[in-house]
T-cell receptor
Framework: GAVVSQHPSWVICKSGTSVKIECRSL??????MFWYRQFPKQSLMLMAT?????????EQGVEKDKFLINHASLTLSTLTVTSAHPEDSSFYIC??????????????FGPGTRLTVT | LAKTTQPISMDSYEGQEVNITCSHN???????ITWYQQFPSQGPRFIIQ???TKVTNEVASLFIPADRKSSTLSLPRVSLSDTAVYYC???????????FGPGTRLSVLP
């Protein structure tokens, strides 16, 4: 099946610094990727939809200037958390949309990145 | 967006069959039903997807009644390693509008 990787798997940073998280589709091309955030014991919350070659579409309540998304190629999307604060500490998960042989779309998820801001 | 409702938690014992039901009363004509499994600190893993009637793969079965307002994920003979959170999602043909509900936390006991 389609494989999605994320790097790093975990990161610790100091408050006020920026952190970049990479999401890669390893064996397929993805024109659309999604970024989710998940707090402990809670469900996944969609943050934004990333389309290759165009600006990301952010969900209501998600600050686009704080969570910068770049989808410069068909296999890579990046999420940069700018001026991180402790409340940004969370589990960030990306997914890539794949079109199957029946022209139906499926989502494959990455393993997630644990961000801790101190 | 079609909203889903699932039990918050379920307990089962090893070797038993587990059925998790999801309600999606306002499912649209173009919507598919997809189930994911998530272990702690991991991304969700695709289990099964269906549109109507019954779908079966090597790990689960999905039962969808004619009105499609609910669906049931069936896990045959669960083991301890099936302890996880299970999410039911309803989304359209283009994979848009995938909204995660709170999921069902399944605990399999020895």
């Amino acid at each position: 099946g389609a494989v999605v990787s994320q790097h790093p798997s975990w990161v610790i940073c100091k408050s006020g610094t920026s952190v970049k998280i990479e999401c890669r589709s390893l064996d397929f091309q993805a024109t659309t990727m999604f970024w989710y955030r998940q707090f402990p014991k809670q469900s996944l919350m969609l943050m934004a939809t990333s389309n290759e070659g165009s600006k990301a579409t952010y969900e209501q309540g998600v600050e686009k200037d704080k969570f910068l998304i770049n989808h410069a190629s068909l296999t890579l999307s990046t999420l940069t958390v700018t001026s991180a604060h402790p409340e940004d500490s969370s589990f960030y998960i990306c997914s890539a949309r794949v079109r199957d042989l029946t022209s139906r779309y499926e989502q494959y998820f990455g393993p997630g990145t644990r961000l801790t801001v101190t | 967006l079609a909203k889903t409702t699932q039990p918050i938690s379920m307990d089962s014992y090893e070797g038993q069959e587990v059925n998790i039901t999801c309600s999606h009363n306002n499912i649209a004509t173009n919507d598919y039903i997809t189930w994911y499994q998530q272990f702690p600190s991991q991304g969700p893993r695709f289990i099964i997807q269906g549109y109507k009637t019954k779908v079966t793969n090597e790990v689960a079965s999905l039962f969808i009644p004619a009105d499609r307002k609910s669906s049931t994920l069936s896990l045959p003979r669960v083991s301890l390693s099936d302890t996880a959170v299970y999410y039911c999602l309803v989304g359209d043909h283009y994979g848009q509008n995938f909204v995660f509900g709170p999921g069902t936390r399944l605990s399999v006991l020895p």
